[in-house]
């Protein structure tokens, strides 16, 4: 956290936000859920080091409205500046699958997969979860299988455009997550029917996960935003509005 700090004076940022992972489908080796208190901890330690980056506390809930006592715990350990809510994972078959294990799995409907993904994501936004920013709405495009068509928006419009218009309805922002630097999750295609459901504010994450990543794909995500006709809020969460 300490060398992500260093990197966001490096580049210029005004802000960072840590938005750790409180996950509790666990799919992956090693993986654990956040440690709320030992989070907050070290997060002051990098306020009391870097005085002139303002540091924002927040978490990524994921799948929260499938462990809502979960998410209750970890959002009483404090205010945090920053809630973001995602789905990383659907039930198929009766076995938790992250959209990034799709294409290694045999036999599986990878498109039936994706709008699957797309429908749990609107079981979380019409839930009464309290997240404000939809993360990474088409996640599962990072992950697509070789030898599948290339993912196009309009191959999920109407789950895509559900998806958008309960998070218009419930307030949300739409997080245009730039994948360090890779891949505009989601692109402006998305961002201009956020608009046009009425969609209010944008808000960018790098999804660093490393120093050296914070910030990455930043500018082209501007360019991207501004050209679907949202406008620089000038606000500490870096927030577009139309
Ligand atoms: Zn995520």
């Not at 006592?69 to 995602?86: N, Y």
């Not at 799995?105 to 939809?134: C, K, N, W």
């Not at 730039?178 to 998305?190: A, F, M, S």
């Amino acid at each position: 956290m300490e060398r992500s700090c260093e990197r966001a004076i490096e580049v210029g940022l005004p802000a960072i936000a840590f938005t750790e992972h409180a996950d509790w489908a666990l799919v992956h080796e090693g993986q654990h859920s956040v440690d709320i208190a030992g989070y907050l901890d070290a997060v002051e330690r990098c306020r009391a080091k870097f005085k002139g980056l303002r540091i924002l506390t927040g978490v990524e809930l994921g799948e929260p409205h499938w462990y809502p006592r979960e998410t209750a715990e970890v959002l009483a350990a404090g205010p945090l500046d920053q809630v973001l809510g995602s789905i990383h994972c659907i039930r198929l078959d009766g076995e938790l699958l992250d959209a990034s294990q799709f294409r290694q799995r045999e036999g599986i409907d990878f498109r039936g997969a994706v709008r699957e993904y797309l429908r749990e994501t609107l079981a979380m936004v019409e839930s009464s979860q309290p997240f404000e920013t939809l993360a990474h709405l088409d996640y599962p495009k990072r992950y697509w299988r070789e030898g599948l068509p290339p993912y196009r928006e309009q191959d999920y419009e109407a789950e895509i455009r559900a998806v958008l218009v309960a998070a218009a309805r419930t307030g949300r922002v739409l997080e245009v997550n730039t994948t360090r630097g890779q891949t505009l999750c989601p692109d402006i295609t998305v961002v201009r029917w956020w608009r046009e459901v009425g969609g209010q504010a944008v808000q960018y994450g790098s999804d660093a996960h490393q120093p050296d990543k914070v910030a990455e794909g930043f500018q082209v995500a501007t360019q991207m935003v501004e050209a679907a006709g949202f406008k620089p809020a000038r606000d500490p969460m870096a927030l577009w509005r139309r």
